[in-house]
Each structure stands twice: as C-alpha cells, then as structure tokens.
C-alpha cells in the first residue's frame, strides 16, 4: 500500500508537469479577462456538475473573499452551489436548463461564465454556454478531451483551460491547480505583489 501511495503522488506530479506548459497562455489569458471584466463593474459567474461544482464553488468563494491577500470581494456567484435552486430547477423544468436559467434572470453583457467539467460533456453546461453568449457573456471553460460539445461552442473572444488527460481524477487535480493560480493572477494584476 506504501508503494502505491508513492505512485499516486508520482502519478500527479508528473500530469501537472506535462500539462503546466500548455496551460500557461490559457491561464494568463483567463486571468485577463477577468481582471478585465472586474474592473468594467461585470460579474463573474461559475458552475459545475458533482466534484466540478466542487471547483466552481472554490472559484466564486475565493474571488468573492480573497486567495492570498485581504482586499475587497469580487462579484462572484456559483450557480451550482445552492441546493434548493438547483434541486428546484431541475424539477420544475429541466435539468439541461439549470444554469441558464440562472444565467437569463441574473447576468447581464460584459459578465463571465466559468465553467468546469472533467469530460462530462453535460447538456446543461452545453446550455449554460449558449445562453451565456446570447447573453453578450464571455466564457472561460474548464475540460476535458470528452468535452467536444462545448469546446465546439467556444468564440474566439472565449477561452478554454482543457486538461488532456484520460483520467477524470487527474484532470479535477490539474484545474483545481489551475484555478488557484488564476486567482493569484487575479489579485496580482489587481493589487500587486
């Protein structure tokens, strides 16, 4: 069981490596836009499906209260994270539409969606995409290679963070990563260092 142990660390550390370097620009550019959209007054928007809503509600909470220093909260909202909303939703109406449904009553041009997935391909985060861009919205979406519907909606002015990796739990570990550092981007570009 030790040795195993040892291989699973191994394991990670070796998946950061190699996705690291291709990240790099995604990232920044992440950080970007939505250093960018921060300071036009916009509002960040995040959500996910079982441990990528995990990651979605880490991003809202740390942008709305802070990553490494103290400074003023962000407007950052997860769509995922309230139980009865979501729960509600996908009874009354669909599943497919809890996020943009959200998304039609809340946001507004100039905000931005960030999205998580590890592959799932999920219709609702496919939904979430396209109501985000009737919306004049920007999206960041986090995924995965199973991720080809949305990554096919994806504009130009879009970015996408994805993961090239076949294990879904590697992929949760690279972006839970990448989303600490976009927001230390985030308050550097901000506050300074």
Excluded: W
């Excluded at 790099?24 to 921060?38: K, N, Q, R, T």
């Excluded at 996908?90 to 931005?112: C, K, T």
């Excluded at 879904?168 to 550097?188: D, G, K, V, W």
Aim: proline residues 3%; contains cysteine; glycine residues 8%.
């Amino acid at each position: 069981m030790e040795q195993r142990v040892i291989e699973l660390f191994n394991q990670s550390i070796e998946a950061k490596m190699s996705a690291g370097e291709a990240l790099v620009y995604p990232i920044v550019g992440s950080a970007s836009l939505l250093v960018e959209a921060l300071l036009a007054e916009g509002r960040i928007f995040t959500c996910g499906n079982g441990l990528s809503s995990a990651h979605a509600s880490t991003l809202a909470y740390l942008l709305l209260n802070q990553y490494r220093i103290e400074r003023p909260g962000f407007a950052a909202q997860c769509l995922s994270s309230d139980a009865l909303t979501t729960t509600g939703l996908g009874q009354q109406s669909n599943l497919a539409e809890i996020y943009s449904r959200q998304l039609r009553a809340l946001s507004r041009p100039g905000d931005v969606l960030v999205l998580f997935s590890a592959s799932s391909n999920a219709s609702n985060l496919v939904q979430a995409t396209l109501t985000a861009h009737d919306r004049e919205m920007t999206v960041i979406a986090f995924t995965g290679p199973g991720d080809s519907n949305i990554s096919a909606l994806l504009t130009g002015d879009d970015i996408e963070i994805r993961v090239e990796s076949g294990d879904p739990y590697r992929i949760q570990e690279i972006q839970l990563l990448s989303l600490f550092t976009l927001c230390e981007l985030i308050e550097l570009n901000l506050f300074g260092g």
